[in-house]
């Protein structure tokens, strides 16, 4: 049975930063693409940062670029992202997320049988 286990959230004053992380079990991690989304009230779910099974290829989001870094560890299949110089607008419950990678695709792709974790808040004030 897979498992993803964040922790890190927290809250933060605007120009902070927080460090995600989030422990993956039940698969074979050399496998699978890993990622964050988030999503604030109100809003749609987004797309945050996603890393390949190599790690040679990711993605951001256009308003984090700069600003955070996604990163796994294969020996510990763990996977994070380090947020720095954080916004109000990055407030959100955040979420991290596994996929078997596709190789009909050059990057990430995340259907219906993407895998979730239960979510991190994450709370960044001015």
């Known amino acids: 049975q897979v498992q993803l286990v964040e922790s890190g959230g927290g809250s933060v004053q605007a120009g902070g930063s927080l460090r995600l992380s989030c422990a993956a079990s039940g698969l074979t991690y050399r496998y699978y693409c890993m990622g964050w989304f988030r999503q604030a009230p109100g809003k749609e779910r987004e797309e945050v940062a996603t890393?390949?099974?190599?790690?040679?290829?990711?993605y951001y989001l256009d308003s984090v670029k700069g600003r955070f870094t996604i990163s796994r560890d294969s020996a510990g299949n763990t996977h994070y992202l380090q947020m720095n110089s954080l916004k109000p607008e990055d407030s959100a419950t955040y979420y991290c997320?596994?996929?078997?990678?596709?190789?009909?695709?050059?990057?990430?792709?995340?259907?219906?049988?993407?895998?979730w974790g239960q979510g991190t808040q994450v709370t960044v004030s001015s």
């Open positions: 997320a596994a996929a078997p990678r596709d190789y009909g695709f050059t990057s990430c792709h995340w259907t219906d049988s993407s895998r």
């Open positions: 890393i390949t099974n190599g790690g040679f290829t990711t």
